[in-house]
């Protein structure tokens, strides 16, 4: 019988959400002296799971975020079987040995996961996107939920010897404020080819819980508004 995984039920460290909601304010403050479209990278994935005070990945072992800004996290344990799942999409979804094909592949893994985990967590219900009245919603999940989740399924892939043609990448952000609410502050996680070097966003909050996230270079992504944000790789 296959060892079922390992899920444990815990809550970010007290004062988090205070300051996620200021470092967004300083950040907004920020992108509106600088005007135009900004880049908010951190220079290691490191420091992004250190910012939301998650832990990092460790072999198959993950603290998935929810309830907006990683306010609730919930230790997962990937078990063998899962592996084994994960393996036999990516194989089925793949259609050539190429990085193209591989980062198909991963968007179905991405997707695949999502289902997978959210039924053990009670994530499932996810929705597209965000809504104000998520916040605290232990079902619901925002960009910095999903970029930092993203981040640590592709560690997982990467962990587990199911990437050939990239690396998992540094999350980062960008934002628009002077579009308003639609310009605002998105997160993403990032593959990098290992050949050309070409970094790409892999983004899960966009749709619900499930679907397969959208990949596109990470310079053509979310390029002014939110209504640029594009379609789900298939």
Request: proline share 4%; glycine share 8%; net charge neutral.
């Amino acid at each position: 019988m296959a060892a079922a995984p390992e899920i444990d039920n815990v809550r970010a460290p007290q004062g988090r959400r205070t300051r996620c909601f200021w470092a967004g304010i300083l950040s907004s403050v920020s992108a509106l002296v600088i005007a135009g479209c900004t880049h908010r990278p951190f220079e290691t994935a490191q420091m992004h799971y250190l910012t939301f005070n998650v832990p990092e990945p460790q072999g198959s072992t993950v603290h998935v975020c929810h309830a907006y800004g990683c306010q609730r996290q919930t230790r997962y344990r990937f078990s063998a079987d899962d592996i084994a799942k994960i393996k036999s999409v990516m194989r089925k979804t793949r259609r050539a040995d190429t990085a193209a094909e591989e980062r198909r592949a991963v968007a179905y893994a991405i997707g695949w996961i999502e289902r997978h985990v959210g039924r053990q967590i009670g994530t499932d219900t996810d929705r597209a996107g965000m809504e104000f009245s998520g916040s605290g919603d232990p079902g619901q999940q925002d960009c910095v939920d999903e970029a930092t989740n993203t981040t640590s399924y592709l560690t997982v892939l990467e962990n587990n010897g199911l990437l050939k043609y990239h690396t998992v990448g540094v999350p980062f952000a960008k934002d628009n404020l002077l579009n308003g609410i639609s310009g605002w502050t998105h997160w993403t996680a990032v593959l990098k080819d290992t050949e050309t070097n070409t970094r790409w966003a892999v983004d899960s909050w966009i749709y619900a819980n499930g679907e397969n996230p959208a990949v596109v270079e990470t310079d053509k992504w979310y390029l002014s508004t939110l209504n640029d944000l594009p379609k789900a790789m298939r």
